[in-house]
């Protein structure tokens, strides 16, 4: 039989020499495809699809081992507040006396929840630690230690000890503490309640050292702290705090006259809950 195709048995040297020419061009030319072709797919893989992920580009270093995080080095001066009515620190008077619970023997303390020199009266409500770290703004946020902390605040009803009726004959919720080499000075006290027109809060000075904290003549900063809005509320939902919930309930850190302006740096971080006790942190920043 006859086939078209055996002519090409026929047609000499010349041809067969020229055909394996043409089918090792067609080889190469299919080899640099496939090649282009994988090239622009491991250099797409993980990329957004451009034209520019055909591009072939060194491999990239190896990542360089983790460091350790830094120590925080951004901090503000906390804000100077006033020291209110009740300070306790010599500055102003109490039924006819001075009135100077840094003059007392037993001060410095870290639990501030019973009175002392005499007076017997214990504050009682959710238990609350506070912890307040010292740094100092002009030199990276370093920890100031040897420093002093008097921190004061009201009980769960509102009132000032040495102040307010029926509780001027105690000195509970003031205490002054030393900061340790880590800056901080930890105070065990109850959370406060909240009274009207103000949210709820505590005050501090910040003294050079527990010798100079005698008298507020001495202070180098006085100012206040301040909570969160829902542990304020889980905590006035119990017993013993009577007003507290109505008078907070009326106001907030945006309509309170001393943190409208602005609370950021004076908001504590608060954990625990009502059944274990809260702890409160403050970062302190000020010009050492």
């Not at 274990?276 to 000020?286: D, I, S």
């Amino acid at each position: 039989m006859h086939h078209d195709h055996d002519h090409d048995h026929d047609l000499g040297l010349a041809h067969d020499l020229s055909r394996l020419h043409q089918q090792a061009f067609e080889r190469r030319t299919a080899l640099r495809w496939l090649l282009g072709a994988g090239a622009a797919t491991i250099a797409g893989c993980g990329g957004g699809g451009s034209s520019e992920a055909a591009t072939a580009s060194p491999a990239p270093s190896p990542a360089p081992s983790p460091s350790p995080a830094p120590s925080p080095s951004s901090c503000s001066v906390i804000p100077s507040e006033t020291e209110g009515p009740y300070p306790g620190d010599g500055s102003n008077s109490a039924n006819g006396s001075i009135a100077n619970v840094l003059a007392l023997s037993g001060v410095v303390r870290s639990d501030i929840r019973a009175s002392i020199a005499g007076a017997s009266g214990i504050a009682t409500g959710v238990p609350l630690q506070v912890i307040i770290e010292l740094v100092n703004t002009n030199a990276s946020c370093a920890d100031l230690s040897g420093y002093a902390i008097y921190l004061w605040h009201c009980d769960a009803l509102g009132r000032y000890s040495m102040y307010s009726s029926g509780v001027t004959g105690e000195n509970y919720l003031r205490g002054v503490q030393a900061t340790g080499s880590d800056g901080t000075a930890t105070f065990q006290t109850i959370y406060p309640g909240c009274y009207a027109g103000r949210v709820p809060h505590m005050h501090f000075e910040v003294y050079r050292s527990t010798t100079t904290a005698t008298h507020g003549n001495n202070k180098l900063r006085t100012s206040q702290l301040c909570f969160p809005a829902d542990v304020n509320t889980a905590v006035y939902a119990t017993s013993g705090y009577g007003n507290s919930a109505a008078n907070d309930n009326a106001i907030s850190l945006t309509s309170d006259g001393i943190f409208s302006d602005g609370y950021t740096t004076q908001l504590c971080t608060v954990t625990g809950s009502v059944s274990a006790g809260y702890v409160a942190t403050l970062r302190v920043g000020v010009a050492g």
